[in-house]
């Protein structure tokens, strides 16, 4: 069965470019903006859909195709197929060795005050926002000088690469002699994948941006069904039926690993701005920093982690020097970064390599103190039942409100802490966490890896001056004639910054290994790095036994790319969003997520068709 079906789809060719004679309709000309050259209409709207489980190792089972062609043109095709396609790629821009780039004007306030009074906004003849040569400030001018003289190609070098990992494709449909295929349908099809470990993808977008835009460096991945229609003057064209996603299996964990201590030195904060809760140094001295120590009891080794699991650290914190801050509150914060490891091979220096593989180390700081850290896994989350979606649609409707679609998805849950004591040097308390079971795991790719670590956090009090108390004084502070015509009480300088909240944070990381959430059971599966890595499959029908008969590998060949293929991105149907009129399909849908609402739809069902038999059986009885 499965030998004739591959041989099945090895007599499928792949998309041809539409000839210019033919008319084309928006959607296929979204399809084709590679070919700027079709400009003529297609009277043929379609709309595509896709239903299938997330891909994991070893699986076999099925998905769902819909097909709603509308239009007088659309006789014209006469074969229906749907596909997976795996493409990965990465691209890197960075100055040229031994080339100096141009200086960055710097703003200047005093030139901008003495400008502002011709940049006169109220003008009644001013019509619009764009501003003119001569109505534009000296910084502008500068500054526009400055990013055209950046465009010069000679200052760069630029370095791209391309994997298309699979391509499987089934035909769904074809004509039979001058009839037409069905132009509104619904097919299934197999899905058959081999023991291996294709790349996680994540649902935040994780490309590289520095501060002066001077590099740039990112990866892209490409993981979708689509379909192709064949017409019948024998071109092919493509359109999007939505996200697939992959989640990798982890080897099991070994129940006798050894423990370790580590001990992470934490950083000493730097950020020294008063005012709206970030930290200030009160009334302390200009050398008042404070180093702590954490040693924290960890797996030995790699430092495994498992996905999902909650986790309780013996941790040890010690005041390594200074007496300015006293502990106060430590927590844990596993986080998952990307590095592009392919495009940091083109730097010119180990500083260089080190900033393109891990992104603007200011960048990096921010975002570990401020934002959650957690990259989320592309898998489908838990699906409400039939009867909470109809509460859902009762509340929306007698509300008038709508529930958000936006998701942190599953298992994301913010770590816990444990409250210190400030009178003690060394400390040794339990630190709670749980590792998110929706969070990327450590994985390498062709381009990049996906690194994790743990994230410590100590919040400390300041104790040095007076701020120590930093208590609310009671006496009132000598009241200035202008303040008694204002419509509130002004806060005094002074005042603030006895009772603005006097702590500080220090931060430390620990590199660490994050399981995926699913464990192989047999053979660890082949990575798809690896040259006897076997490709997944579609087949015409349903599989039902395994096969280890897959002939088919998956392709190693990484391709340089060059000319207009040089681009920040150039994957992703959702690029082309807005260039047509908006069509409700599913190519920008999770196929897992939408078969996932199927599946409890179907069990959901079923519970009823049961309540119901056992209603009617007490009823006859």
Not at 324 to 340: H, K, L, N, W
Not at 584 to 608: F, N, P, T
Request: charged residues 25%; aromatic residues 10%; contains cysteine.
């Amino acid at each position: 069965m499965l030998s004739s079906s591959i041989a099945l789809l090895g007599s499928v060719a792949l998309a041809a470019a539409l000839p210019s004679p033919i008319d084309i309709s928006p959607a296929v000309e979204i399809a084709l903006l590679q070919q700027p050259t079709s400009s003529v209409r297609w009277e043929c709207s379609v709309r595509c859909w896709v239903r299938a489980p997330d891909l994991t190792a070893n699986l076999l089972g099925y998905g769902d195709a819909r097909l709603l062609a509308n239009g007088s043109a659309c006789s014209d095709i006469d074969q229906w197929s749907v596909g997976l396609r795996l493409k990965e790629r990465s691209i890197v821009r960075l100055a040229a060795e031994g080339v100096e780039l141009p200086v960055k004007p710097e703003w200047n306030h005093t030139a901008h005050a003495a400008w502002q009074p011709r940049d006169d906004y109220n003008d009644i003849f001013r019509v619009g926002y764009s501003r003119f040569d001569e109505d534009k400030s000296p910084y502008d001018i500068e500054r526009e000088a400055y990013e055209r003289a950046l465009r010069n190609k000679t200052l760069w070098e630029v370095h791209g690469a391309e994997r298309l990992v699979f391509d499987s494709l089934v035909v769904l449909a074809t004509a039979e002699e001058d009839s037409s295929i069905p132009l509104e349908a619904v097919k299934s099809f197999g899905i058959a994948v081999p023991n291996v470990n294709l790349p996680p993808t994540s649902r935040n977008g994780d490309f590289h941006w520095f501060p002066d835009r001077t590099r740039f460096a990112g990866s892209e991945t490409q993981f979708d069904y689509y379909f192709s229609l064949r017409l019948r003057n024998g071109s092919s064209v493509e359109f999007p039926a939505g996200h697939a996603a992959f989640i990798p299996a982890s080897e099991p964990l070994s129940l006798d690993v050894p423990k370790e201590n580590v001990t992470i030195i934490l950083e000493r904060p730097t950020n020294d701005r008063s005012g709206w809760g970030i930290p200030s140094r009160g009334n302390c001295t200009a050398d008042n920093s404070t180093t702590f120590s954490v040693e924290v009891e960890v797996p030995s080794g790699d430092h495994v982690f498992e996905s999902g699991k909650e986790l309780f650290l013996p941790t040890t914190i010690r005041r390594t020097k200074g007496t300015a801050q006293v502990p106060d509150y430590i927590y844990f914060r596993p986080s998952t970064a990307g590095a592009e490891t392919w495009c940091s091979t083109f730097g010119h220096s180990e500083a260089e390599r080190n900033e393109i593989a891990f992104g603007d180390p200011s960048f990096r700081r921010s975002h570990f103190e401020f934002g959650d850290g957690v990259m989320k896994l592309q898998m489908a989350e838990p699906v409400m039942t039939m009867q909470q979606e109809q509460e859902e649609a009762d509340k929306e409707e007698g509300f008038a409100t709508q529930t958000s679609c936006w998701s942190d998805g599953p298992g994301i849950r913010q770590a816990g802490g444990v409250e210190l004591d400030h009178s003690v040097e060394v400390q040794t308390v339990l630190v709670n966490f749980t590792i998110p079971t929706g969070m990327m795991p450590t994985f390498k790719t062709t381009f990049k890896d996906y690194f994790t670590h743990l994230q410590v956090a100590l919040i400390t009090k300041q104790v040095c001056g007076d701020s120590a108390e930093a208590k609310l004084p009671f006496e009132v502070d000598e009241v200035h004639e202008d303040d008694l015509w204002l419509e509130y009480r002004r806060r005094s300088h002074s005042l603030l910054r006895k009772t603005e909240k006097l702590s500080l944070s220090h931060f430390g990381n620990l590199s660490i290994t994050i399981t995926s959430p699913l464990r192989s059971n047999g053979a660890p599966p082949v990575h798809y790095t690896h040259p006897t890595a076997l490709s997944p499959l579609l087949l015409p029908t349903i599989p039902t036994a395994h096969h280890d008969d897959f002939p088919v590998l998956l392709n190693q060949e990484i391709r340089k790319e060059d000319g207009d293929q040089l681009k920040q991105r150039r994957y992703g149907w959702d690029d082309l969003r807005g260039m047509e009129p908006l069509l409700e399909d599913g190519r920008w849908q999770s196929v897992g997520q939408v078969w996932a609402r199927k599946v409890q739809r179907e069990k959901d069902l079923l519970k009823l068709k049961e309540e119901q038999e056992k209603a009617s059986f007490v009823a006859q009885v």
